[in-house]
């Protein structure tokens, strides 16, 4: 079995090809080539913290993949100074159930979290987008905005989040690096995060919507991530009644994300409101995009498909640059 660390993950999954198995992962879903149980909560309240177990087998014209991933979001980790999110995927060979491999988990999470953003911003941005502001200056934010960068030519970026330190830090770290351009902010305020920004992406842990809908430019695109619990939410009702909805899977962002779960609450929407899965627009079954001027919402709670895909990427990138460490089992 080989085990692979953060660092050898992170080499392993260049962005641009993991936003590529992003979109064979979310096709096969739709398409019913994936089998996907909604996952498993386990609830930690000594540490109100949450534990997921996520298993996936998926079909591709590449070729199958098999893997389970557990991850744990204790929110009291960084005042220790250790990581919001802990995880460790495990690869199973698809022919046999042999366990093939163990990868480190948070840098998978983060990387394919971004990767399926990136896919969103190529599908439903405009073309022409060349802004971006980043909610949540985590390692989140900083996966979302790198895969925007590498599907559209961004000139400009803007980070907010609470803490202004903590923006600040990230501007300095991510201004310039790989597809990321140098003219990389710390807004002061959500308004003038969004003044300008053509693709907004949401990362935080927000209990509520952190902008106001007014704010946001027309023919914007949305990517939220966070407000994967029903009592959590990113983005305004407001927005999301009047935006072109399209999720990562109907299934569990209906039994989990607050923003659309809080407007369909509120009697703003009905769940006929979300329009697509991604899958469906990468399958051709229906178009993305209508029009330069509408608001478009891309919702991602995560998908174990997700994971699968990306573990075999990792894996197999790993055996042809001599990454891990293999280990009798």
Not at 57 to 70: H, I, N, W, Y
Not at 80 to 87: D, E, K, T, V, Y
Not at 275 to 290: C, F, M, V
């Amino acid at each position: 079995m080989l085990v692979l660390t953060a660092d050898e993950v992170r080499k392993a999954l260049p962005m641009p090809d993991v936003i590529q198995a992003m979109k064979q992962a979310f096709a096969a879903l739709s398409d019913g080539r994936a089998e996907v149980p909604l996952r498993a909560r386990l609830p930690i309240p000594p540490q109100d913290a949450t534990s997921l177990f996520m298993p996936a087998f998926v079909q591709t014209e590449s070729g199958d993949a098999l893997a389970v991933k557990v991850v744990s979001l204790f929110p009291k980790n960084p005042d220790r100074g250790l990581a919001l999110i802990q995880a460790a995927v495990l690869v199973l060979d698809a022919d046999t159930g042999q366990a093939a491999a163990l990868l480190e988990g948070s840098s998978l999470t983060a990387i394919r979290t971004g990767a399926g953003g990136g896919a969103a911003v190529d599908l439903l941005a405009r073309p022409d987008s060349r802004v971006v502001a980043v909610f949540g200056a985590g390692t989140q934010g900083r996966t979302q905005l790198e895969a925007a960068c590498s599907v559209r030519k961004i000139e400009t970026a803007w980070v907010f989040d609470p803490n202004p330190e903590r923006a600040e830090v990230f501007a300095e770290e991510m201004a310039g690096k790989g597809p990321i351009p140098g003219n990389l902010r710390a807004a002061r305020s959500a308004g003038e995060a969004l003044a300008n920004a053509d693709i907004v992406c949401t990362a935080t842990t927000a209990l509520t919507p952190v902008f106001a809908d007014h704010q946001l430019k027309r023919g914007a695109h949305i990517t939220a991530i966070g407000s994967y619990t029903p009592e959590m939410q990113e983005v305004p009702s407001e927005t999301i009644k009047r935006a072109r909805v399209i999720v990562d899977s109907r299934l569990a962002v209906l039994a989990e994300s607050g923003d659309l779960l809080r407007p369909i609450q509120q009697g703003m929407i009905t769940e006929e409101h979300i329009y697509a899965e991604l899958g469906e627009i990468i399958l051709g079954h229906k178009p993305g995009r209508q029009s330069d001027e509408e608001i478009t919402y891309f919702k991602s709670v995560g998908v174990a498909v997700q994971d699968a895909m990306a573990a075999n990427l990792a894996l197999e990138n790993a055996r042809q640059m001599g990454l891990g460490q293999e280990v009798a089992f």
